[in-house]
């Protein structure tokens, strides 16, 4: 069992930064490709960000440019950096971690994302 705890989330004004934690339970770094992943009310949950055991990085569209997934394998911990956010970037933030190989998927239980004035 892989447990993941995020947090980071808050208020912050249209155009602000906030940085995201994902801090898993145990080394899982070099197993499992970890993703950010945000559901705004009334929407279905949506794929924001991963990095994968490879160090590939992929963005949704509506994110490039302005968010940055990180990650510190010696704290066992994965970073999402918002810069230029939106209103429309205001949801649940996840953190999810998948076995590359299984496909095992673990949630975190979110941190919620506010942008606004």
């Known amino acids: 069992q892989v447990q993941l705890v995020e947090s980071g989330g808050g208020l912050v004004q249209p155009g602000g930064s906030l940085t995201l934690s994902c801090a898993a339970s145990r080394i899982i770094a070099s197993n499992y490709n970890i993703g950010w992943y945000r559901q705004a009310p009334g929407k279905e949950r949506e794929f924001v960000a991963v990095e994968t055991t490879y160090g590939v990085t992929v963005y949704e569209d509506s994110v490039k440019g302005r968010f940055t997934i990180s990650s510190d394998n010696a704290k066992n911990t994965v970073y999402l950096h918002m810069n230029s956010l939106k209103p429309e970037d205001t949801a649940v933030y996840y953190c999810?971690?998948?076995?590359?190989?299984?496909?095992?998927?673990?949630w975190g239980q979110g941190t919620q994302v506010t942008v606004s004035s």
């Open positions: 999810r971690a998948e076995h590359m190989i299984f496909k095992t998927k673990y």
